[in-house]
């Protein structure tokens, strides 16, 4: 049977918008977030996505009881994410499809498919850069054709990054008449938890990596979400060691995110023909601070990140982990209200030091869902809505919509991008 649709006399709705996986941690927080911020009919008109009508017609019970805004005006899309043409018909009944539908890899190929053909623009929250390869070698050429803006990574993976780099080389090109050679990301603080989805998501690409060499060769080479031609530059792989950062006078580990976010980064630069430079060079860590104590605490995270991501490739582990997170749970509201991140980026030219600027990007919720909600609601809102710079195809968010993001994030998500003058 092909997906029901109400209010049932509209055989093919147009919605601005429709969030798909509006029944899930990420997608029920996305779906508040919108529903707080735009309300359910005007001046967006969009709908819940699901495959469960019945689960549906609850979230959309729940989300009128948590924000006391009436949700019963809402549409709700009943499909199916592994048959094409009920993917097809949620394409084509919306100028945007926004989808918190993972791992992506598993159950998001049919729809990013339908969107390129249709000329539907779309975004995500996935971090999955071997299945991000895969859909721009699939349908670049299509969703060009068909004018669909396809952007992957419109979470904490990967705007603070995409858009805070964005923003940085903006000041820079403002003050000295030139972008940066040079930007350094790090990490001062964050705090919030995990979801049984991202979890999922992690783990099935380890699976995936463990029998195909392609997807480590794509989760390891820093210029592998590069257009084909122009895979190679100054960077290499992140490193998983610790290290003392003489720019910001501290001790750093790695950082989780940076195999995603960098990737994610470099695409902005080739996208827009190399507005960064062709030698740009991008680095994320986490700061530990300074002296014996700042070099321990790199070490022990360094350590535990390395032992973390031997100890998946076990299967009886990725097992337990499975079954304590399972999908659909996630971090408590208060969890999520008392998290936030704190990042620091540095732009500069390394051959001429006064050349340099200093930026801060915080968020006032949690990373992973509380902040990234607000984040990729906002990014699919923008698509639906704004006057965008960029015909169909695959873009990043900076890319596509970084002037626009850097206008509707602080005003709307919580998520603000401040200029520092240096330290004396
Ligand atoms: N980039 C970031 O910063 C970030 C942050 C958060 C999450 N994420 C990613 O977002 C994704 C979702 O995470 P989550 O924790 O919200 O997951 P979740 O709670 O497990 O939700 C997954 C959703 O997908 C739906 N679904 C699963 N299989 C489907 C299918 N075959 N057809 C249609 N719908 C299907 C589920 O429907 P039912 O409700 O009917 O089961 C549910 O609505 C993950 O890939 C995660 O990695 C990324």
Known sequence: MGPLCEPADMSTPRYDLVLWGATGFTGKLTAEYLLRTYGATEPLGWALGGRNREKLERTRDELSAETGIDAGALPLFVGNGDDDASMAELAESARVVCTTVGPYARYGSGLVAACARAGTHYCDLTGEVHWMRRMIDAHEDTARKSGARIVHTCGFDCIPSDVGTWFVQREMQRRYGAPAEQVHLRVVSFAGGFSGGTLASMLNMVEEARHDPEVMRSMGAPYSLNPKDVQTGPDRSESLLPAYDRAFGQWTAPFVMAGVN????????????????????????????????????????????????????????????????????????AQREAGHFDLRLLAQNPNDPS????????????????????????????????????????????????????????????VTFEIEEPHA
């Open 355 to 414: 050349q340099r600027v200093h930026a801060r990007v915080r968020g006032d919720r949690d990373p992973g869902y509380g902040s990234t909600s607000k984040m990729l609601g906002e990014a699919a809102v923008c698509l639906a809505q704004d006057e965008l710079g960029v015909g169909g195809g695959f873009w990043t968010p900076a890319a596509a919509m970084g002037d626009l993001l850097l206008e509707r994030l602080p005003a709307k998500a919580g």
């Open 262 to 333: 960098t990737k994610i980064v470099r695409r902005t630069n080739a996208l827009t023909e190399f507005s960064y430079g062709r030698g740009f060079r991008y680095d994320e860590a986490i700061l530990t601070g300074g002296g014996p104590l700042g070099m321990a605490k790199a070490a022990g995270a360094a350590a535990a990140q390395g032992g973390g991501m031997a100890a998946t490739t076990l299967a009886p582990v990725r097992r337990m982990l499975a079954r304590r997170m399972p999908p659909g749970a996630g971090p408590s509201k």
